[in-house]
């Protein structure tokens, strides 16, 4: 059962574009939503967080924004760049903290090609 | 700070052998490890759930007799794929979770190819 679903499965951005990756989920206890970041043979990194209480949270070039009432949530790469080249993972949680922390399920996958 | 360390990197084996896959907290104490298996262009798939000195917690369709988990200490956590076969062939990446800040840091994952 996909608890979260990721789109698209694959990204082209021109470098300077805005890579836009969308992902929506079920479950109303989901209260943490990360986007991880990982190159190809790595363990994923951390990009950025968001919790729903905010609507929008910007970190340098990527932004995630986040529709409650629609269960949405996205990522935005500003100023994309030939590094920024990975596949991105969105994920949903739901609880942050140990004592109660419950597992992270991840989407499928947004394979992003930034062409220079 | 906050690093999360595997070992080996690579590790290719004959069919019916087992293999032990370790993940440690290089700089902080790990309440919580998750093992995660990862197929080409695929996505994480949580295989468990371990607590320091506690059993590990299985997710459903997951062999708990084939793949051991053991947590015995707050920074090590290991894998062991027994009886491997060619299609335990995967990218097996570990995760912790840190009791002080809550952050969850994850490792660089172990390519393991079964011959």
């Known amino acids: 059962q996909q608890q979260v679903k990721q789109s698209p499965q694959s990204l082209i951005v021109q470098k300077g574009g805005i890579s836009i990756i969308n992902c929506a989920y079920e479950n109303t206890a989901f209260d943490y939503f990360p986007w991880y970041q990982q190159f190809p043979g790595k363990g994923p990194a951390l990009l950025i967080a968001i919790r729903p209480d905010v609507s929008e949270k910007k970190e340098g070039r990527f932004t995630i924004s986040f529709n409650k009432s629609a269960k949405q949530f996205s990522l935005h790469i500003m100023d994309s760049q030939p590094g920024d080249s990975a596949t991105y993972f969105c994920a949903a949680s739901p609880r942050m903290f140990s004592g109660g922390y419950n597992k992270l399920i991840f989407g499928a996958g947004t394979r992003l090609a930034v062409h220079p | 700070g906050a690093v999360v360390s595997q070992h080996p990197s690579r590790v290719i084996c004959k069919s019916g052998t087992s293999v032990k896959i370790e993940c440690r907290s290089l700089?902080?104490?790990?309440?919580?490890m998750f093992w995660y298996r990862q197929f080409p262009k695929q996505s994480l798939m949580l295989m468990a759930t371990?607590?320091?000195?506690?059993?590990?917690?299985?997710e459903q369709g997951v062999e708990k007799d084939k793949f051991l988990i053991n947590h015995a200490s707050l920074t090590l956590s290991t894998l062991t794929v027994t009886s491997a076969h060619p299609e335990d062939s995967s990218f097996y990446i570990c995760?912790?979770?840190?009791?002080?800040?809550?952050?969850?840091?994850f490792g660089p994952g172990t390519r393991l190819t079964v011959l």
């Open positions: 371990s607590n320091e000195g506690s059993k590990a917690t299985y």
């Open positions: 700089d902080f104490q790990a309440t919580t």
């Open positions: 995760s912790a979770l840190s009791g002080t800040s809550g952050r969850m840091v």
